[in-house]
Each structure stands twice: as C-alpha cells, then as structure tokens.
C-alpha cells in the first residue's frame, strides 16, 4: 500500500461461535464457551494525492442477516476554504458509502445524468451533502496493521470472485453542456453578467461558480476587488489614457473536481484453533488435541482519490482591453480572444495562451508601439514580437526584465532591452536597431540569431544547444574587459558579416562538438596579420574554449554563401586567449591532447591568438601556418605589466615574458629565465671616427642569430627614419656589432648635420 494511502479497519466481531468441552491431564473438566468459528473483518485505504484533502471513515455493524455479514462502509473526503463573498469558512465535502457487505442486491443501476446515462454498481452512492455520516457506525480512522487481511497462519489464498468496481466523475457542477462548436464558458450555468459604461469595482466581492463576464466601457477602479470564479470574460476600456488591470483575476479557484475510483473485494480464508485435551479412561491416558476451525471473512474498499482536485486553474476566454496606456497586473491564463488596443502595454503578472491559442501574433495588440514586461509571458508555439508587423507598424521600444517562454522566440522591434530571461525551446530571432543585453539570459534549445544594426552585452549568458548567429551591421561589442559575458554554443558559432565596430574582449565563447559529429563555424572577420590592431573594431573575441564530445571535430573556416561555398578573401578570428579543452571524454584525447586531430583550420580562414593554455610559441604556425600567434598584443587575458629596471611597468605579452626562445631586450638571455627582459637595448660604445668626411661609428650588445636595423633621423619625433645599414650576430652567443655613417657636410660645430641614431631589430 502506497505510503500516501490513508487507511482504517474495522473488526466487525465473531458471528459465528460454539462451545468446548476439555479434559485437562488430571482428569478434571474445563468447558470453553463461544469459541470463534466465522470471523469477519473489514479495511478501508483511501489514496489522496493533494493533502489538503482530509479523510474519515465509518464502519456500520455487521448484518449477518439479509446480506454476507459485514457492515456498511462510508468514506468522507473533505476540503476546506474561504467564502470571499462572506469572508466565512466553507468545507467541500464528498462521501462514499458502500453496501456491498451488506446488502445481497448486487446489481447495476443506472445514474440520473443529462447527456450520457451511465451504470454503478447498486452497491456504490456519492453524495455531495452530508448522508449521516457520523451515524453509519464507528468511526475506523485507526491505521492498519500488518496480518489484518493476510496472515501466514490462514491455510489457503483461495479468493473468490465476489467484487465490484466503479470510477466516478466528480464535478463542482450539475450539469455541464456537451463539448460541441459554439458552446463556450458563457453557457454553462451559475454565471454572472456585468454591463456599464462606467465600472466602479472598488473592493467588491463577487463569487461566481462558473463564470464572471464584465463589460465596462469605463473602467474606474477595481482597487481591493476579489473575483473568485472559474471563467472569466473581460471587455474593458479607459477613456482617461490609463487601464490598470488588478485584483480581478487569480490562479486557481476552490472547486472540487476529478475522478474517484473505487474497488471493493469480498472474500475468505481459514486458520485454525488448537486447544490441548487428554483422552482419560480406566485404562488409558493420552494427549488428544482438539481442533478448532474459523471461517475468517475479509473485506476491503480500495478508494481512490489521487485524481481528485480541490483548485482549478482560473481562465480568461475573452480579454478586450482598450487605453492609450495599459497596465496588467493580475495572472491570465488567456484561451479563446486577446485584444489589447493599447499604444503603450505594461505586464507585470504571468500571462499564459492555453489551446485553442498558440502563438502570440500582432493581431493581438495592433498598434502598439512601447511593450514593456517585468512579469513572465508563456506562449505554447511562436511567440511573435512584432515580426508579423505589417510594414511601418513595428514595436518601436521592447524592454524585456521578466520572463519570456515559447517553443520559439521572432523578435523584431526597434529598440531592445533585456535584462530578464528568455527561454526558446527552438530557435531564437532577435532584429532590431538598437539592442543592449544587460544581465539578460538566454536559453536556447535551438539556434540563436543575433541581427540588426547595433549590440551592446554586458554580464550576459547564452546556452544554445544549436548555433549562434551574427549578424549586426554597424556594431557587436561588449562592455569591455569586465563585461563578463558568457556565450556557450552546441553546434558552432558564425559571423555572418562584421560589423563596422565593435569587439568581445571581455566575452567568452565556449563551443562543444557533441559526440561523432563535425560541427562548421565560420567567420567574416578582417585579416590583419599577426599584428595588434587585428584586435580593434574586427570582432575580437576574449576567451574562446576549444571543447568535444568523444570522437567530435571543430571546424573553423571564412563564411560562406547561401549554398555553403566559402566567400573569397581572406579572414581573421582574432582571440585574446585561446583555449583547447582538456576534458577527455570516455576517456578519449581531449582537444589539448590532440589540436590537430580535434580541430581543423580551413582555407582562408587564420587564427590569431595573443595567448593559451598550449605552449604559444609551439602553437605558432601550425595548421599549416593557419594559426598564429601575435606576440605583440597584449589584451585582457594575454597581457602582464612587467617591471623595468628604472621603475617603470611596461604592459606586454605574456608569453612572450614567459618564452624560452626570444631575447626581447638583446642581452644574451631570453626573456623565461631574464629578471628584467625588456630593458632597452644596450648602446656600449658611439664615437666619432673622423671630422673631414664626418664618420660615426656606433657598437652595442647583439643577441644570438638576431638581425639588427640602423636607421636615422634629423628630428627625434619624425615618424619616419631612414634606415642607413643592417647588421647580423650570426653566432649562438653574445658578440659586439658595429656600423658606420658618413655624415654629409653641415652648419654644425664639426662640420656636419645633426643627426639622431635608432638600432631596432626583430625579437
């Protein structure tokens, strides 16, 4: 028995008895009176699911006479609730009376019903009122105990077949009209009608049992109003620019409906008794056991109230609402009509389409212009925010710090400003001039599709179990290096063009191909180089995470036309820190383990990368020269502030500070193992070698296999020198350079031109 079950038995007493005579081992006599021979038993379980219900039980006594011996039975399930037309206490109540132990009619009788006439067994009666219930017997709310309808001692199983089983419709109404086209929640009976021009509902109280339909041309107030109804039908207007909807609708109502079901078995079994007697005669004295059978008859009602409800989900059939401003404050579940002539909608309150509808389309709120929701909007299939706009007749702001649910979001408006939720069990379409995403989070089961003209993320999440598209024309970009924003992707990402400004340096972007599939991502970025301004108004992503499911490939490529062809030219992703994923699914290598194996590059499509978790100078050039690391940015993630010798920081690129390999400042030790490895370059020696011609020499600390520039300048600011002469250390170690420059004559002391020196090279 489920733990949920309410239970209660009841020992309907021996009808059945009869007396013994023993002989004890002395020889004297003891007489045994009304030892048991038919025993019955009675149990009731009752399985409620809502546990506001409350549950008793009766037991009659037992009828040996006219029927098979047990009593009648009687179950009340109860709930309790408010009037709030009457502010009293109210108690819905529903009994279930059983005679089917003792009555021997067992017959199929037919129920009083309007439409269909249905059978129950003779047996079964449900009353809504009070039967006399406490009069029936006693009461049996006592928990059942184990062995009361089987016990080990019983000498069969046997049962017979001696049952009877019923379901039950249980309604708050009489009656209800058969479900054919054209009756609706207006038909039913019970219904209270309201027509005005003008509507005052301050503080009223209204009660309805089925319906509640008001019609008000003026709505004045409706402060401190309860409606307390099942159906409502509203058509409601404002003359005076502002409709506030509130207190005029709930969740749920107190009605008690569902099914009962209900089983009743009726059967046997025996044990026996054994009591101890001696056979006693002149010549012999034995042990002679009497035994004692007892014919147990069990019963058990079995009702079940687990699909029985005390609150129905309150609906809204029609909702005409008619303002220049109109604000919803109460929870709508909207199923037949939705007419919001409004220019400016605020909802702060759940708003749910039931069938018959399904999407949310500009039919219901021609007009409006300014949509502004805090609330929660449920819409079962498309949710369409002005994208079946007619031309010239869009949403022009839609401010979005509630919750927005639908199997799928097309969203076209203007102005877009989201820092609530949006939840798509499909695809995503968000257009709009303007859109900024601020601590907006966005689940997507589908794809999402970011187009318009400019973007703004700041502290935004996206979970797309598809793809991301981009698609903005003049600028993406996030709020900077804080802006923490998190974008997660199941099946790529795409730029689709880039945008004239804009990049994501402070956005990470994670991508995961899922199990044996090859996912495609491509992207319009500009190439640049391996040079720092790639980073700049070109899309820039911050942190990019490399991820696979087991066997799963990652392919980046340049994007593509509308048959999948790659566009010709050349582009760049440019990632300030880029990541392989060192998962290792089932087991398997992960993408650090194995770039090349995970990961392929295509043509005409380079990666540039300021910094990652894989050595960058090891990554440097592979995938056939289509990765590359730009060591001289340093962004965000790949930048360190580095000390000088003369207390000055300089702002550099991590793995350059890091490598093992390059001489940055040139003294003969690379910059992994070098204190202070961008100092500037030594000069150790500059003289004049001659003043007819005017010849200069200079000298300084070359690094190993390092080329060196010579260049010129008559003023130290000029952007461009003249490069005079090239030098080159061909040795594995430290050595001395020198090059000379013949000055032409000039107005200076020596006789020549004043001229500044610049050595440079390549680290």
Same mark, same amino acid.
């Given at each position: ?137 006693? /009461?049996?709310? $006592? ?5 009361? !309808? %089987?016990?080990?001692?019983? +000498?069969?199983? *046997?049962? @017979? ?126 042990? /002679?056991?009497? $035994? ?5 008859? !069990? %019963?058990?009602?079995?009702? +079940?109230?687990? *699909?029985? @409800? ?454």
């Amino acid at each position: 028995m489920p733990d949920s079950y309410f239970t209660a038995w009841g020992n309907t007493g021996v009808v059945g008895a009869t007396s013994l005579v023993l002989t004890n081992a002395d020889g004297s006599i003891s007489n045994l009176f009304f030892v048991p021979t038919n025993i019955f038993r009675q149990a009731i379980a009752v399985g409620v699911r809502d546990t506001n219900f409350t549950v008793r039980a009766r037991f009659g006594p037992s009828s040996p006479i006219g029927g098979l011996g047990f009593g009648i039975t009687a179950v009340e399930i109860a709930s309790g609730t408010t009037n709030v037309a009457l502010g009293d206490s109210e108690r819905s109540t529903l009994y279930f009376v059983d005679r089917l132990g003792a009555n021997t009619n067992t017959l199929l009788v037919t129920n009083l019903a309007p439409w269909i006439p249905t059978g129950r067994p003779y047996a079964y009666e449900i009353y809504r009122d009070d039967p006399g219930f406490t009069g029936i017997g006693n /009461n049996g709310n $006592t928990p059942l105990f184990a062995g009361f !309808l %089987y016990d080990t001692t019983f +000498s069969n199983t *046997f049962a @017979t077949n001696f049952y009877a089983g019923y379901r039950a419709s249980i309604d708050s109404l009489q009656s209800r009209p058969p479900n054919v086209p054209g009756l609706s929640a207006t038909n039913t009976p019970g219904r209270i009608e309201i027509v005005g021009d003008t509507v005052d509902l301050t503080r009223s109280r209204i009660r309805g049992m089925t319906t509640v339909q008001i019609s008000a041309g003026h709505l004045k107030s409706s402060s401190g109003a309860i409606i307390d109804v099942e159906n409502l039908v509203y058509d409601l207007a404002s003359t005076n620019g502002l409709l506030t909807v509130q207190s005029m609708a709930k969740t749920a109502t107190h009605q008690v409906r569902g099914d009962l079901r209900a089983w009743t078995g009726i059967w046997s079994n025996q044990f026996a008794l054994v009591f101890s007697n001696w056979f006693i005669d002149a010549n012999t004295n034995y042990f /002679n056991p009497v $035994t004692n059978p007892v014919d147990i008859n !069990l %019963y058990c009602l079995i009702l +079940s109230a687990d *699909f029985l @409800t005390r609150t129905q989900q309150v609906r809204t059939h029609t909702l005409a609402l008619k303002s220049t401003n109109v604000i919803i404050n109460d929870p709508f579940v909207l199923t037949n009509r939705v007419d919001i002539q409004a220019e400016s909608l605020t909802v702060n309150e759940v708003l749910t389409l039931q069938s018959p509808l399904r999407n949310w389309t500009y039919a219901f709120t021609p007009g409006l212009r300014y949509f502004t929701n805090t609330g929660t909007i449920n819409v079962p299939n498309v949710a369409y925010f002005g994208a079946d706009s007619p031309r010239g007749a869009r949403i022009e702001r839609f401010v979005n710090s509630g919750t927005l649910t639908a199997a799928a979001h097309e969203i076209v408006v203007g102005q877009y400003e989201d820092s609530g939720t949006v939840q798509t069990g499909n695809d995503l379409r968000l257009a709009a001039d303007t859109v900024i995403l601020d601590g907006a989070v966005h689940t997507v089961s589908g794809s999402a599709h970011y187009a318009g003209r400019d973007y703004k993320l700041s502290n935004m999440r996206l979970v797309a179990g598809q793809a991301l598209f981009i698609n903005a024309t003049n600028s993406f970009t996030d709020s900077g290096e804080q802006a923490a924003n998190y974008l997660d992707v199941q099946d790529g990402f795409h730029l689709i063009r880039k945008p004239v400004f804009g990049d994501l340096l402070g956005t990470t972007l994670i991508t995961t191909a899922p199990r044996f599939a090859s996912v495609a991502h491509t992207w319009a970025a500009e190439d640049r180089g391996a040079a720092p301004n790639g980073f700049k108004d070109n899309l820039a992503v911050g942190h990019l995470t490399l991820a696979s499911q087991q066997e799963g490939e990652l392919r980046l490529g340049p994007p593509t036309d509308g048959m999948g062809f790659p566009l010709p030219g050349s582009y760049g992703l440019y990632v300030d820190y880029l990541e392989f994923s060192t998962n290792r699914p089932s087991g398997a290598p992960s993408v650090a383990d194995d770039p090349e194996g995970r990961v392929v590059i295509e043509p005409g499509l380079t990666v540039y990368f300021g910094y990652s978790n894989l050595d960058p100078e090891d990554l440097d050039g592979r995938f056939e020269g289509r990765l590359r690391w730009v060591k001289d940015y340093a962004g965000p993630a790949s930048g360190v502030d580095v000390a000088l010798r003369d207390g000055r920081t300089l702002r550099v690129n991590l793995g350059l500070v890091q490598s093992k390999e390059i001489d940055s400042d040139g003294d003969g030790l690379v910059n992994g193992f070098d204190v202070f490895p961008f100092d500037d370059l030594l000069i150790t020696d500059f003289r004049i070698v001659s003043v007819n011609p005017y010849v200069t020499e200079l000298s300084w600390r070359a690094a190993a296999n390092t080329a060196y520039e010579v260049a010129y300048s008559t003023d130290l600011l000029a952007a461009n020198w003249q490069v005079f002469a090239t030098a080159t250390n061909p040795q594995s170690s430290v050595q001395i350079l020198s090059v000379r420059d013949s000055v032409p004559a000039g107005s200076s002391a020596a006789g020549g031109s004043g001229r500044f020196y610049r050595v440079s090279y390549e680290p």
